[in-house]
C-alpha cells in the first residue's frame, strides 16, 4: 500500500515465510517460501509483490480482480484465490492481516532523548531509554518505566507511576494514577482528574467532596483522544488489562473494568458502575451509576442501561432492555409509523 | 481511609468537637469529645481512631459490622450504631460528611510560586499568592485575583478576568471571559472560543458570524474536564454562581444558566436556551436552542428537550415529555416487546 | 453594539454605501449614502449610528421600537421599518447582516511573528507572515504555508502541511494531516491520530492495527473545540471543502464527507462511512459505520442512523427513519403516554 512518506516509513521487506508465520497460516506444500514481498495492500490495490486479505464474502469480486501476489484468507475461500496469487491459509484471518501488516510497518521504538524543554522534577525517575518531547511535564516523585515516550505537552503528575513501554499523547495529562506496562494515552487523554462528587447545602450552595482515591490502568490499556478518566472518591477508579476506550469517552469516579473491554466513541459510565470482562459498548452508549454489566456483554450503540445487564447477554435501547425485546418493539415502532 | 500518599497528603488529626462542629451534628451529652480521631474511612474499612458514615439504610449492614470510631448518620438511626462507636447525629448527613472530610483532608492551598517557564504578558497583573505552573501563559491585560492556581500549560487569554482563588486545570483554555471568585475549570476545560454561527452563502459556502460576546462565569462555577463553553456572538454566555459543569458538556453560544445547575457528563445544550436555578440535566441529555428550562426542572439522563420545560417539572425521554407520562409511554413499548 | 473592547477591537467605522454594498442590499435612490455608520447592533440596542437587521417576523416588534439608523432586511417587509431609520433591503438577510458585521469587525490579521520560545524544527518551512504563539511547536518536515497562525501550545506533527491561512488554536495538535487553505482548528481538536482499530486474539487480547492512512482536510474545514478527526487505516479520512464541525465531535478512521457538510456539537461518525455534499446533522446524532448518507440529507439532533440515507431526505429517530415516519410515531407515542 502506498503509505505516505511523510508520515509513515517504508514498509521492510519481508520473505513469504515470515509472512506466513506471522499471519498463523500455511501455504500449499512446494510453494517458494523464500520470495520477497515489498509491502501490504488492500485487494484493489494491491501488487505482485504486495500482500493482501480477505475477510469478508462482500470483497469476493475484488478478490477475483485482485493483482496481489499473495492473499490471506479462511482456508474455505481457499479455492477462490486467482492463480498466481499465493493462497495464505488463516483460519484467524483478520489477526493474522493485522500482524502482518505489523511486520511490514512495525510501531516505531522509542529514541532514547530527552528534549531540553521538557520540565522534569529533580526527583522524577525515569527509566532507560524514555523519549520525552518538547515541552513535556514530568512532576515531583513520578516513576516512569522503561522506554516510555510523553508526546509534545505531556503532562505526568505528581507520583504517577508508568510501567515500562506507556505513551503518553500530545497534549495528555495524568495524575493520581499507577499504569501497567503499555499503556496508551491518545492526544488529549485526561486520567486522575477530581471526579463529579460534591454536598448540596441547604440553600442550594456546591461543596465538593475530596476526591481520595486514584485510577488504576492495568497492562496495554488504551484511552482515546480527549477521553476522559475521573480519579477515585474513596476507592479507585480500574480498567483493567487490555480495555480500550475510544475518542470522547467518559468515565465516571470509582468505575471498574474487567479485562479487555471495549467503550466505543463517545460511551459514557456513570460513578461506581462495575462491568466485567470483555464487556462491550457501541458509540455514545450511557451507563447509570451503581449498576453491574456482566462479563461478554453487548451493550448497542446509543443504549441507555438504567439497571443491571447479566453476563453474556446483549441489550439495546433506551432504556436498554435483551436486544431481541429491542427488536420486536422496534417492529412495532415501524408500524405505529405507517 | 487510606489515602495514597504518593497523591494524597496525609489526613489532619482532628478532636471530636471538631468533627461534631463539621458534621453540623451532636453527640448524647457526657460524650469526651476531646478524644482524637486520625482520620475518615468508609464503615466497612474504618478503625477505631477513624469517622464513618451511613446515608442509606442499604448500608446498614455495613454498619452492623463496623468499627469505625464514630458514624455520622441521621438521628433517625441512632439506635443503628453499634455499642463502642459515638453516634454523631446530623439531619444533614452527606453534607456533614463531606464537611469532615474536608476538615481532615483540606484542599492544599496555594503555593506562591510562579514556574520559571511560565510566559506572563508584561501588562497582565497577577494578585498576591498566586501559583503558576510550568509553561502556563497569561496573555496580555489578563488579571488574576488573588490565591489563583494555573496548572502546566493552562493559557489565560487577552483581558480575561479571573476572581481570587480560580484553579485553572493543566491544558485549559480561557479567553473572551469574566470569572468571579473561585471558579475552576479542570484539565482540557475549553472557556471562550468561537461558537458554531455562520451564515451560508447561495452557492453552499459558509461564512463565519463574527462571535462578539464574552463568557460570564459566576463566583464558584466549575467546568469539567474537556468540557467547551462557547463565548456568545451578540450577548453572552453566563453560566450564573455555583453551576458545575461535569466532563465533555456542551455549552453553546449565548447560552444563559441561573445559579446552582447540575449538568451531568456529555450534555449538550444548543445556543441561545436559557436555563433557570438550581436546573439539573443527566448525563447525555441534549437541549434543542432557543428554549427555556424553568428553576428546579430535572431533565433525565439521555433525554432529548425540543420545547420549553416549565419550573420544577421532571422531564425524560427524547423527545422529552413529563415523566409521569414517559414512564407510561416505556410501560406500554415494554408490552410491545412481548 | 457595545463589544468588549479587553477582548474584540472597536468596530471600524463605515459609509452608508459599503454597507449596502457588503449586505450584498439596495436602498431606496435618493439616500444619502455617504452617511457614517459607527458599529452594528441588534434591534433592542441599536443607536442611529448603528446597522441592524432582522431576519424572523417574531422580532417585529423590536424593528418597530429600534432606534438604528439602518436596518437590513428582506425586501418583503420595507414598509416595516420605522421612519427615521434606513431600510437596507437584501433578499439573502442573515448572510447580508454577517458581511456587514465582518466589515466592521474584520478578523485580525496575523501579526508575522514566531514566539521565542515554539520549538520549531530545522527543517520544518514556514510561509510568510506566519505567527507563532508560545510554546507551539512544529515538528521536522511540516510545512505551513503564508499567514498561519499557530495558538499557545498548537503542535504541528511531522511532516504535516497546511495551506495558506490555516488557524490551529490552543493546545490543537494535528499529525498525519494535509489541509487546504484557511483551515481553522479550534482550540483542544486533535487531528491524525491513531484510529480505533485492533484485532482481536483467541484469548481476548487485542493488538492495534496500524494505521497508516492520513488526515485531508479541504479549503475551509472548520473543526470545533476538543473534537477529534482519526486518520485512516489503508486509505484517507477525508472532510471535504467548507466543511465544520462544531465542538466534541467524533470523526472515526477512513470516514470521508463530501463539501459543506455540518456536524454539530457531539455528533459522532463511525469508520468508514461516507457522507456526501451538504449533509447536516444535529447534535448528538451518531452514524454507523460503512454507511452512506446522500447529498443534502439532513439527520435530526440525537438521531441513530444504521443504514444509508438517501440524499435529500430528512431522517430522525434511533433508529433513524424519514422524518415523517418518525414523526407519525411520535404521535402514537404520545397516545400511548396517557
Request: aromatic residues 4%.
Amino acid at each position: 500500500m502506498a503509505v505516505d512518506p511523510r508520515f509513515h516509513g517504508a514498509p521492510h521487506p519481508q520473505d513469504l515465510a515470515a509472512v506466513v508465520a506471522a499471519a498463523g497460516g500455511h501455504v500449499a506444500a512446494g510453494t517458494d517460501t523464500t520470495r520477497r514481498f515489498a509491502g501490504a495492500a488492500p485487494l484493489h490495490s494491491a501488487g505482485p509483490d504486495e500482500v493482501s486479505f480477505l475477510d469478508n464474502r462482500r470483497y469476493l469480486p475484488a478478490l477475483r480482480g485482485s493483482r496481489a501476489g499473495a492473499v490471506i484468507l479462511h482456508p474455505d475461500l481457499a479455492a477462490e484465490v486467482p492463480p498466481g496469487s499465493v493462497a495464505i491459509l488463516a483460519a484467524q484471518t483478520y489477526l493474522g492481516w493485522c500482524r502482518v501488516l505489523r511486520l511490514f510497518h512495525p510501531p516505531p521504538a522509542p529514541v532514547a532523548s530527552i528534549h531540553p524543554t521538557a520540565a522534569i522534577a529533580a526527583d522524577a525517575s525515569l527509566g532507560a531509554g524514555c523519549e520525552i518531547g518538547p515541552y513535556a511535564v514530568v512532576e515531583s516523585g513520578a516513576e516512569l518505566g522503561a522506554g516510555c515516550v510523553l508526546g509534545p505537552h505531556a503532562v505526568v503528575g505528581r507520583g504517577v507511576v508508568l510501567g515500562p513501554g506507556c505513551r503518553i499523547g500530545a497534549h495528555a495529562s495524568i495524575s493520581h494514577a499507577i499504569a501497567g506496562r503499555e499503556v496508551v494515552l491518545h492526544p488529549g487523554a485526561r486520567v486522575g482528574q477530581e471526579g463529579f462528587g460534591f454536598a448540596v447545602t441547604p440553600t442550594g450552595g456546591f461543596e465538593t467532596v475530596p476526591q481520595l482515591g486514584r485510577v488504576l490502568l492495568g497492562d496495554h490499556v488504551e484511552i482515546g483522544a480527549n477521553s476522559c478518566v475521573d480519579r477515585g472518591s474513596a476507592q479507585d477508579t480500574v480498567l483493567g488489562p487490555g480495555t480500550r476506550l475510544d475518542n470522547l469517552v467518559q468515565i465516571g469516579h470509582n468505575v471498574r473494568t474487567g479485562r479487555g473491554c471495549v467503550l466505543v466513541a463517545q460511551v459514557g459510565i456513570s460513578g461506581s458502575t462495575l462491568l466485567g470482562d470483555f464487556v462491550t459498548l457501541g458509540g455514545q452508549a450511557g451507563v447509570v451509576g451503581h449498576v453491574s454489566i456482566g462479563d461478554g456483554a453487548r451493550i448497542s450503540a446509543q443504549a441507555g442501561v438504567s439497571k443491571d445487564v447479566p453476563a453474556r447477554q446483549d441489550w439495546a435501547g433506551s432504556p436498554a432492555r435483551p436486544e431481541r425485546e429491542y427488536k420486536r418493539t422496534i417492529v412495532q415502532l415501524r408500524r405505529l409509523g405507517r
